[in-house]
């Protein structure tokens, strides 16, 4: 669980992956990214690749499809190794958002999250990785182009990210690797496209909600609510389990130093906004984290498999709140 947080933690690094030219004869590779890069403004493209996610001893598998109409309006959906659709984050001129389609749920916030956290998924951001910044160690080898990035502060877990592109510059694979050279995360490109017309409302997330709702089954209410159970972390054990209702639960944990609320319930059809949240990426499930300096108190919300979570603690950081939510997200309700 710790090399899976430290994962998180480089994901999540606004600007800390450092790029350059780091070898001879690198300088003219530099410019012909950059050049590439300053024609990709003037582009669309559209990108699907498979995640590969190591986490300690199991392996996790995500689809993940990039629609990209510029720096200011793009997609990037998240889906399961069948590649349903199970999220979207949206970005267009009216601000950030999550779309959970089938749910009929849109969570919007402020931030820029391709410059913040979206490096790994945005082919826009790997090329400025790679053009900027020092210490760049580039390769040449069979028609590719393999560019070694040092991840600064490097962990264990990650202490470097390799990007692999083709004679051409497109995008082939994203790693992020532990200190022995072994992937932790994997991105693997099965489609780079430019040049596409996207249809009205791609980018709206009204319509993706709609267009998901009309496409998928309604859940009924007479379905059976099942709670998950997270493990018991930090020296924390459950001390009350309350279900209030037929489609929610209210766990609370607690130990010598840290206690937490774990609150789950089947979402509503509704648009929420969280002008302040933080979104972050639990590999293949976005969440939303938002922290109170008046109050001391943390909040991490995500929706997984038709329920909505929302963790709450007044005296955990966001490292032992995300290792709570992680947990949580391959077990079964009971």
Known sequence: MRKVTAVLLALGIAGGIVAGCGVPGSNSVNHKIETHAQALDSKNYQSEAMMTVQMDNNVQKYFVRVSYESKDTYKIELGNAEKQINQIIVHNPNGMFIVSPSLGKVFRFNGNWAQNQGQIYLYDQL???????????VHRSGGTYSFDIPVTPATDAISREQIVLSK????????????????????????????????????????LVSAGETAKPTMVDTETFDYVEPPALYGTKMTDLMQPTDSSAIIRYSGDN?????????????????????????????????????????????INNGIEF??????????QLQDIAISTLGQVGK
Do not use: C
């Not at 994203?174 to 791609?202: P, Q, R, S």
């Not at 929302?310 to 490292?319: F, K, P, Q, Y």
């Open 168 to 207: 051409d510059l497109n995008p082939q694979t994203v790693k992020l690797l532990d200190k022995n050279g072994a992937a932790a995360v994997t991105l693997t490109y099965e489609k780079f496209k430019t040049g596409v017309t996207f249809n009205k409302g791609a980018f709206d997330p009204q319509a």
């Open 310 to 319: 929302s963790l709450t603690s007044n005296d955990m950081t966001l490292e």
């Open 127 to 137: 090329l400025n990785q790679i053009t900027t910044g020092k210490s760049v160690k």
């Open 258 to 302: 840290h206690h937490y609320v774990l609150q789950e319930e089947r979402p509503t059809n509704t648009a929420e906004g969280i002008p302040d949240a933080e979104l972050l990426s639990l590999f293949g499930v976005a969440a939303m984290y938002d922290h109170s300096d008046q109050t001391n108190v943390s909040n991490l919300t995500w």
